[in-house]
């Protein structure tokens, strides 16, 4: 979601001059499930990878072990002038400093981004990330001061928006609905959508049923629609017939999720990604962590932290169920055209 915006305008930059952008895209196998893959690429029109490092699944040391020694066997046989490194998963962290080590520049999009919550796996691949690169393309003011603040400097930094809206913003007219609106006869406004996948909320039994009691018990008796990520599946499982609400299903393609959220009454998730989506597509968000890496999702849109606060979890959706949430507005350059900033980057940093 956010390297096809990019691809597609390079794509267009390239149609228009003589002078051509060359690049090659890498799927490290990071994210093998297809249904959380190969459903992405063929709706938001990505090409098929020139290479799939194939790294698969195992802890954080091992995805990160295999991912370096995969990519810079592909980096050595097709050296690069630029590695752009997206986000804050594995592959990025791991791509960054495979790329560094054999002295190719980095671009890191989504630099900046910090929770200062250093038990998130994905704060330490951001540290590390942009310890190392040399460029940063942002989403935010705050994201630039923080970057600032460690010493990078103010020509090593472009303030470009947020890849992640441009792919939103792009499927928009493409939206479909899933297969369990007619299923279970869902309404608009009617239901909540739910997500989860950090470790902190769905690795422990216990704190997974915790929590799902707590939705229960605060949604008025609305339907909570739970699109199950793999990580989530196998607790999830063991702790099947006990919730009523809770409609769990498999894992969406991006048309059919987006018409999920933009449908519902409010959302609740873990997810950094959905916390952006809900506050372009104005709908009201609860997180389920007590920071977030996306503060302008908080100051200036729809998302709002909840943590583990039970009582904070019922009064936030009782505002949403009686329609006085807060009203949020769209942050700056979140305008469906930051890959279109960002290529228009390339080229200076190429000749450099």
Not at 158 to 182: C, H, Q
Not at 216 to 226: N, Y
Not at 321 to 329: E, H
Request: glycine share 8%.
């Amino acid at each position: 979601m956010k390297i096809a915006p990019i691809i597609r305008a390079i794509k267009n930059f390239n149609s228009s001059r003589q002078e051509l952008i060359h690049c090659r895209l890498v799927h490290t196998g990071q994210h093998y499930d297809d249904r959380l893959s190969r459903i992405f690429f063929e709706e938001l029109g990505l090409p098929e990878p020139d290479v799939n490092l194939g790294v698969g699944s195992g802890t954080q040391a091992e995805q990160t072990g295999r991912i370096m020694v995969e990519f810079e066997k592909d980096l050595i046989q097709n050296p690069q002038d630029l590695v752009i490194v997206v986000g804050d998963v594995t592959s990025t962290m791991a791509c960054t400093i495979v790329a560094k080590k054999l002295n190719t520049k980095v671009a890191h999009v989504e630099g900046g981004i910090r929770s200062f919550d250093i038990s998130m796996p994905e704060e330490i691949n951001r540290i590390v990330t942009d310890s190392l690169a040399d460029y940063f393309f942002t989403t935010s003011e705050v994201a630039n001061e923080n970057l600032l603040r460690t010493g990078i400097k103010h020509d090593q930094i472009f303030f470009v928006g947020n890849t992640m809206i441009d792919s939103l913003r792009y499927s928009l007219d493409k939206l479909k609905k899933p297969a369990v609106w007619e299923k279970i006869q869902l309404e608009d406004q009617a239901y909540f959508v739910l997500t989860l996948h950090r470790p902190s909320n769905v690795d422990n039994l216990q704190k997974l049923r915790n929590i799902l009691q707590d939705l229960e018990g605060g949604v008025d008796g609305k339907i909570i629609v739970f699109p199950v990520h793999p990580r989530t599946k196998k607790n999830f499982d063991m702790l099947a017939g006990e919730f009523k609400l809770i409609t769990p299903v498999d894992p969406l393609g991006y048309f059919e999720f987006v018409y999920l959220l933009q449908h519902a009454a409010g959302v609740i998730t873990d997810s950094g990604g959905v916390q952006e989506e809900t506050t372009v597509l104005g709908v009201p968000c609860i997180t389920l962590r007590s920071s977030t890496e996306r503060p302008e999702t908080i100051t200036e849109g729809t998302n709002e932290l909840i943590g583990d606060d039970q009582d904070k979890l019922h009064s936030a959706l009782k505002k949403i169920i009686a329609g006085s949430w807060k009203s949020g507005k769209i942050p700056p350059l979140w305008d469906g055209r930051t890959a279109e900033r960002i290529v228009s980057v390339l080229p200076g940093l190429l000749e450099n």
